[in-house]
């Protein structure tokens, strides 16, 4: 059976890896080989790197720490954060990133979707969703790296979903915002509502805390895999206990 | 020398890396010749069957390919490439297998999602097999695809996604595997150092 994927989330600025306090007062907590060769002997199964420099200064991300991940890193990894066009995402690639994924690109030229799963293949293309909640409904967001930019766009979190697949997207990322960076779960009604509508892997992220809040997200909204990035860099939680608890619930992960 | 067919898809970084990992030399080609001298020829290829083929015919490597005697390893695409047919984009394919390769059907609501994506366990089945031996049994490799290889007795080990999936398969001196070895920890490494030694 198809394993849950544990994702750690690394935040990459200038090549070395940052403490997610996004945008501001930036603590280094080490080298991105150091800390994705970590991940991968602790075993996580797959890791996503944002690229904020290149997410937030508008440039492209430097493909010199992609390649250096790559030769070294024996597990799959994506890259986010600074990918706006078809030839970003072939620097990317290229130097031996396994998927990209697009946010608010996405949102400003659907297109884009299509473009890159023509070029790579659906299965190279993530889209990250940012959602917050509006009263019964859930609202995408745009812009969310930086506070003073976030901003609610026209589009409904189910549709969205259900259009991204319909591009051409090989995997979605829901991020929820309200639960985010708060470790008090994920937002499995939520993730359930866009699971219902979406067949591609559907990943969650925002809100883990406790191996409880994994055990839940698999197990009620089944999703694919589990993405988060405090927990793990503040040594809250550790890989191998928190994949023999998943075991002990029932639930198949990677030995 | 181990020669990789530039199937011009965007992960032969990746397999190239694997190589170079087991401390091994790999050469990425498209010149038949290169490719007919190699030890062993590695066909990867992400993205659409299509695509590939075309690909393949451009470069002159249809024939060369189908007439190969050394062991040749297709990996992902590279081994769905192998069959007779693929139903992306109707593609007729190298022949070397038969069958036609069909889309994984989606069942979300028992946990079927497509693309495959992420850690599966192989079974071992069919007859005895020079690198697809017992060791396989239980251990999990790293799928990402949305098309499937047809069952057939070629199939040295299958996954399970909804029902069998066939993951490894063995026809002569030509090998496919629908997972990513090069992605797949020690346990892909491990079947590409056996791969290089046949």
């Given at each position: 059976?198809?394993?849950?994927r544990i994702v750690p989330?690394l935040?990459?600025?200038?090549?070395?890896?940052?403490?997610?306090?996004?945008?501001?007062?930036?603590?280094?907590?080490?080298?991105?080989?150091e800390l994705a060769q970590r991940y991968r002997d602790e075993g996580a199964d797959e890791l996503?790197?944002?690229?904020?420099?290149?997410?937030?200064?508008?440039?492209?991300?430097?493909?010199?720490?992609?390649?250096?991940?790559?030769?070294?890193l024996?597990i799959?990894?994506?890259?986010?954060?600074?990918?706006?066009?078809?030839?970003?995402?072939?620097?990317?690639?290229?130097?031996?990133?396994?998927?990209?994924?697009?946010?608010?690109?996405?949102?400003?030229?659907?297109?884009?979707?299509?473009?890159?799963?023509?070029?790579?293949?659906?299965?190279?293309?993530?889209?990250?969703?940012?959602?917050?909640?509006?009263?019964?409904?859930?609202?995408?967001?745009?812009?969310?790296?930086?506070?003073?930019?976030?901003?609610?766009?026209?589009?409904?979190?189910?549709?969205?979903?259900?259009?991204?697949?319909?591009?051409?997207?090989?995997?979605?990322?829901?991020?929820?915002?309200?639960?985010?960076?708060?470790?008090?779960?994920?937002?499995?009604?939520?993730?359930?509502?866009?699971?219902?509508?979406?067949?591609?892997?559907?990943?969650?992220?925002?809100?883990?805390?406790?191996?409880?809040?994994?055990?839940?997200?698999?197990?009620?909204?089944?999703?694919?895999?589990?993405?988060a990035?405090?927990v793990f860099h503040r040594k809250e939680i550790a890989i191998p206990e928190l994949k023999s608890?998943?075991?002990?619930?029932?639930?198949?992960v990677r030995r | 020398?181990?020669?990789?067919?530039?199937?011009?898809?965007?992960?032969?970084?990746?397999?190239?890396?694997?190589?170079?990992?087991?401390?091994?030399?790999?050469?990425?080609?498209?010149?038949?010749?290169?490719?007919?001298?190699?030890?062993?020829?590695?066909?990867?290829?992400?993205?659409?069957?299509?695509?590939?083929?075309?690909?393949?015919?451009?470069?002159?490597?249809?024939?060369?390919?189908?007439?190969?005697?050394?062991?040749?390893?297709?990996?992902?695409?590279?081994?769905?490439?192998?069959?007779?047919?693929?139903?992306?984009?109707?593609?007729?394919?190298?022949?070397?297998?038969?069958?036609?390769?069909?889309?994984?059907?989606?069942?979300?609501?028992?946990?079927?999602?497509?693309?495959?994506?992420?850690?599966?366990?192989?079974?071992?089945?069919?007859?005895?097999?020079?690198?697809?031996?017992?060791?396989?049994?239980?251990?999990?490799?790293?799928?990402?695809?949305?098309?499937?290889?047809?069952?057939?007795?070629?199939?040295?080990?299958?996954?399970?996604?909804?029902?069998?999936?066939?993951?490894?398969?063995?026809?002569?001196?030509?090998?496919?595997?629908?997972?990513?070895?090069?992605?797949?920890g020690?346990?892909?490494?491990?079947?590409?150092?056996?791969?290089?030694?046949?």
């Amino acid at each position: 059976m198809l394993a849950k994927r544990i994702v750690p989330c690394l935040d990459v600025k200038d090549g070395v890896v940052v403490k997610g306090v996004r945008f501001r007062e930036h603590q280094v907590l080490g080298d991105v080989l150091e800390l994705a060769q970590r991940y991968r002997d602790e075993g996580a199964d797959e890791l996503v790197f944002y690229d904020i420099t290149a997410s937030v200064e508008g440039r492209t991300v430097s493909v010199d720490w992609v390649a250096r991940t790559a030769k070294a890193l024996d597990i799959p990894f994506c890259v986010a954060g600074g990918i706006r066009s078809v030839a970003d995402a072939e620097r990317v690639l290229h130097a031996g990133a396994d998927k990209i994924s697009i946010n608010s690109p996405a949102l400003e030229r659907p297109a884009l979707i299509g473009e890159l799963a023509r070029a790579f293949g659906s299965q190279a293309v993530v889209v990250g969703i940012d959602s917050q909640r509006d009263g019964a409904d859930f609202v995408v967001y745009q812009y969310t790296g930086s506070a003073a930019h976030t901003r609610a766009s026209s589009k409904r979190t189910l549709d969205w979903a259900a259009e991204v697949e319909q591009l051409g997207a090989g995997e979605i990322v829901l991020n929820c915002m309200s639960s985010d960076g708060v470790g008090k779960g994920y937002d499995v009604a939520q993730l359930e509502q866009v699971r219902a509508r979406v067949s591609v892997p559907l990943v969650a992220s925002g809100g883990a805390g406790a191996v409880q809040h994994f055990i839940d997200v698999f197990q009620k909204a089944k999703v694919d895999a589990a993405l988060a990035a405090g927990v793990f860099h503040r040594k809250e939680i550790a890989i191998p206990e928190l994949k023999s608890a998943l075991r002990a619930a029932g639930l198949e992960v990677r030995r | 020398m181990i020669a990789i067919v530039d199937t011009g898809g965007a992960n032969l970084a990746s397999v190239i890396n694997a190589f170079e990992r087991l401390g091994q030399r790999a050469e990425l080609t498209k010149a038949p010749d290169a490719i007919a001298r190699a030890s062993h020829v590695i066909l990867p290829g992400v993205g659409a069957a299509g695509d590939s083929m075309k690909r393949l015919q451009a470069s002159g490597l249809v024939e060369p390919l189908r007439k190969l005697t050394q062991p040749v390893l297709g990996i992902c695409l590279g081994m769905q490439l192998l069959f007779e047919r693929s139903e992306e984009n109707d593609t007729a394919c190298l022949g070397l297998l038969d069958g036609t390769v069909h889309r994984i059907p989606a069942d979300v609501a028992r946990g079927v999602t497509v693309p495959h994506m992420g850690w599966n366990a192989l079974h071992r089945v069919g007859p005895a097999s020079a690198l697809f031996d017992a060791s396989l049994e239980g251990q999990q490799f790293y799928f990402v695809h949305s098309y499937m290889a047809p069952a057939g007795p070629f199939v040295r080990a299958q996954t399970e996604h909804g029902g069998p999936v066939p993951a490894c398969v063995e026809r002569g001196n030509f090998f496919g595997v629908q997972f990513h070895p090069e992605r797949s920890g020690p346990a892909g490494a491990e079947l590409l150092r056996r791969f290089t030694h046949l």
